[in-house]
Nanobody, 117 residues
Framework: QVQLVESGGGLVQAGGSLRLSCAAS????????IGWYRQAPGKQRELVAG???????NYADSVKGRFTISRDNGKNMVYLQMNSLKPEDTAVYYC???????????WGQGTQVTVSS
């Protein structure tokens, strides 16, 4: 069972930057897609960004041009660089990974990101 552990959340002013990290206990090349979801109070969890095993990326429209997802297969790490943060980016951010062959999804415990205006 692979475990995902996030870090890097915190409090930042609007316009600032944060970098989230996700450490996997096993090899991330086993995952078809790995990425980040977020959930704000009273809202549904939404996909923020994902990166495939082949390096293809996708982003929610709300973060395009501001967030960048990357992966380091050698370190079994995934990162989310968040720039030009807005108060509406405030949420708990979850690392997520999926293995389509196993039909398994994996989730981290979440890290809080708070953007003050």
């Amino acid at each position: 069972q692979v475990q995902l552990v996030e870090s890097g959340g915190g409090l930042v002013q609007a316009g600032g930057s944060l970098r989230l990290s996700c450490a996997a206990s096993g090899s991330i090349i086993l995952f078809n897609v790995i990425g980040w979801y977020r959930q704000a109070p009273g809202k549904q969890r939404e996909l923020v960004a994902g990166i495939s095993s082949g390096g293809r990326t996708n982003y929610a429209d709300s973060v395009k041009g501001r967030f960048t997802i990357s992966r380091d297969n050698g370190k079994n790490m995934v990162y989310l660089q968040m720039n030009s943060l807005k108060p509406e980016d405030t949420a708990v951010y979850y690392c997520w990974a999926t293995n389509l062959r196993e039909r398994s999804d994996y989730w981290g415990q979440g890290t809080q990101v708070t953007v003050s205006s």
